[in-house]
């Protein structure tokens, strides 16, 4: 009898200890389903909304304190690590992601893709079948983290992450089990390098790559039809416009980024409130403009189209801006519009041009230390607000304002690929203010560092039209200054050299042609 009471009552300790361990484990979802899912899903609803930034920062922080208390206690959980790796990609693109709305703390994002990538790496090394379903994950947390760097200036190790984030997705699509959200992340993925490999004079591979993100993204809207799917195709489609532009082939370019802004257009009219689309289409429209006209660069000559497509691409930004102060993204967004509109502005109305520059660069000061290109943003604002203080004769202005461009420059690095663009904006001000105020030797200093920058993507001018003009161009003006200083034979040496590098497209664009006789 004293056995069984004994037995009893170890049998009534257990059913207690294992009620409480399920009230325990209940608890644990719960939290775990607020912090990885509904927190999320959730936030993935409101940054379609203006004004949202402020009520995404209070989430984020709520999350990131219940992912890293989960984090400790799911000891190879599957599931656990699967919706840990998810959730941390998210707190990436909500705390700084480029092109979302975001808070604009990069080095923040950087540290929660890292953790991201951690768990999905965990993941693929005790499920490495292709058909894993954790492939998805590992693929998006490579490619987030890619993109963030790029922007952030580290184009060759962002670039092995996206490469990486490939290989880890394409057995799934191999094997015959792959669901929408494969091909999404995949074609994704292929839209950065094409993006990375513009800026890098990989033509050929940035095509290519704009291709395959196409027809995976139509993939992804047959399996899964909807406004996201059609968005995402039109971005997709933007990126091989923006490829064939590259290429030389502006008409098709035109056509595929017309197609983009259309379809944004439309998604536009059946959700007037996406935040995510407007911006979408305030790029495409930047983009058009650019195609359309470009005073000193690749276009169709078409300057009043120019114009209007780039007065709507900032009339959207600023809304964005109006809406949502806090969305670092947007604020970016308007202050990287603001040089091109200038440009265009120039002529027909001088001080407008000289306020919407001086109104970028006080945007770009307000935006986070760490926000990447922040200070190399605000360098090619001064750049291009000397240029236009050179051309309208007010030289000292112009001498201060290079400087400012100088000691902002300081902070970034001239050979990263996505930086590049901004210093040869300035060395090309510095040779043309000396050519102005008659310092040829400084003229020819300043063009030279232009040249030996340029040297790089000299193989790729048979096929990579901006690649093209910026030497030729580069050449002219070394011409040019050696013809001022008297050096009749390096002039002449240099002015060959100009017409050789541009005669594989020379009568395509005879609106380009007579920028550089």
């Known amino acids: 009898a004293a056995a069984a009471l004994v037995i009893g009552t170890l049998f009534v300790a257990l059913a207690i200890t294992l009620r409480a361990e399920r009230r325990e484990r209940a608890r644990f979802d719960q939290v775990r389903q607020l912090a990885t899912k509904f927190l999320f899903e959730f936030d993935r609803d409101i940054r379609q909304l203006p004004g949202s930034t402020p009520a995404r920062e209070k989430l984020v922080t709520t999350a990131m304190q219940h992912l890293d208390s989960l984090s400790k206690d799911s000891a190879g959980d599957d599931r656990l690590?699967?919706?840990?790796?998810?959730?941390?990609?998210?707190?990436?693109?909500?705390?700084?992601?480029?092109?979302?709305?975001?808070?604009?703390?990069?080095?923040?994002?950087?540290?929660?893709?890292?953790?991201?990538?951690?768990?999905?790496?965990?993941?693929?090394?005790?499920?490495?079948?292709?058909?894993?379903?954790?492939?998805?994950?590992?693929?998006?947390?490579?490619?987030?983290?890619?993109?963030?760097?790029?922007?952030?200036?580290?184009?060759?190790?962002?670039?092995?992450?996206?490469?990486?984030?490939?290989?880890?997705?394409?057995?799934?699509?191999?094997?015959?089990?792959?669901?929408?959200?494969?091909?999404?992340?995949?074609?994704?993925?292929?839209?950065?390098?094409?993006?990375?490999?513009?800026?890098?004079?990989?033509?050929?591979?940035?095509?290519?790559?704009?291709?395959?993100?196409?027809q995976l993204m139509r993939k992804y809207q047959e399996l899964s039809p909807g406004i996201r799917a059609r968005s995402d195709l039109a971005r997709a489609l933007g990126q091989a416009g923006m490829c064939a532009v590259t290429a030389g082939d502006l008409e098709q370019g035109l056509s595929q980024l017309e197609e983009e802004a259309s379809t944004r257009k439309?998604?536009?009219?059946?959700?007037?409130?996406?935040?995510?689309?407007?911006?979408?289409?305030?790029?495409?429209?930047?983009?058009?403009?650019?195609?359309?006209?470009?005073?000193?660069?690749?276009?169709?000559?078409?300057?009043?189209?120019?114009?209007?497509?780039?007065?709507?691409?900032?009339?959207?930004?600023?809304?964005?801006?109006?809406?949502?102060?806090?969305?670092?993204?947007?604020?970016?967004?308007?202050?990287?519009?603001?040089?091109?509109?200038?440009?265009?502005?120039?002529?027909?109305?001088?001080?407008?041009?000289?306020?919407?520059?001086?109104?970028?660069?006080?945007?770009?000061?307000?935006?986070?230390?760490?926000?990447?290109?922040?200070?190399?943003?605000?360098?090619?604002?001064?750049?291009?607000?000397?240029?236009?203080?050179?051309?309208?004769?007010?030289?000292p202005e112009a001498r201060a304002a290079r400087a400012e461009a100088q000691e902002m420059y300081a902070h970034d690095n001239p050979a990263d690929a996505l930086a590049r663009g901004d210093f040869l904006t300035l060395w090309n001000e510095e040779g043309q203010f000396a050519l102005q105020t008659g310092d040829v030797r400084q003229a020819v200093a300043a063009y030279t560092r232009v040249w030996n920058a340029l040297s790089p993507s000299l193989p790729a001018v048979p096929e990579d039209i901006p690649a093209a003009f910026q030497m030729a161009s580069c050449a002219a003006s070394l011409a040019q200054a050696h013809a001022r200083a008297g050096n009749s034979e390096a002039a002449a040496e240099w002015k060959t050299k100009s017409s050789g590098i541009w005669q594989a497209w020379k009568g395509r664009y005879p609106q380009v042609d007579r920028q550089l006789e």
């Open 266 to 395: 439309a998604i536009l009219k059946e959700s007037p409130t996406d935040v995510e689309n407007r911006r979408e289409l305030a790029l495409a429209e930047s983009f058009i403009s650019g195609v359309e006209f470009a005073p000193h660069g690749i276009g169709l000559g078409r300057e009043r189209e120019a114009r209007e497509r780039m007065t709507e691409a900032v009339r959207l930004y600023r809304e964005l801006v109006h809406e949502d102060p806090r969305n670092v993204s947007a604020r970016n967004d308007l202050g990287l519009a603001l040089p091109q509109f200038a440009t265009l502005e120039l002529r027909a109305d001088p001080r407008r041009a000289e306020s919407a520059l001086r109104e970028g660069i006080r945007i770009f000061e307000s935006l986070p230390q760490a926000f990447g290109g922040r200070d190399r943003h605000i360098d090619l604002l001064w750049s291009n607000l000397s240029s236009l203080l050179r051309q309208r004769n007010r030289l």
């Open 81 to 214: 690590d699967a919706e840990l790796a998810q959730a941390y990609s998210s707190v990436g693109d909500v705390v700084a992601m480029p092109g979302l709305p975001s808070l604009g703390h990069m080095d923040r994002a950087e540290q929660s893709y890292r953790k991201a990538i951690a768990l999905a790496r965990g993941l693929l090394a005790r499920d490495a079948s292709s058909s894993s379903p954790h492939r998805a994950v590992a693929c998006n947390t490579h490619i987030r983290l890619g993109y963030l760097l790029w922007r952030m200036g580290r184009s060759e190790e962002a670039r092995v992450l996206m490469l990486q984030g490939l290989e880890y997705i394409r057995p799934k699509l191999a094997s015959g089990a792959a669901v929408a959200v494969d091909y999404r992340v995949a074609a994704n993925g292929h839209i950065y390098l094409s993006s990375l490999d513009q800026t890098g004079f990989r033509t050929r591979s940035a095509s290519d790559h704009a291709a395959q993100a196409a």
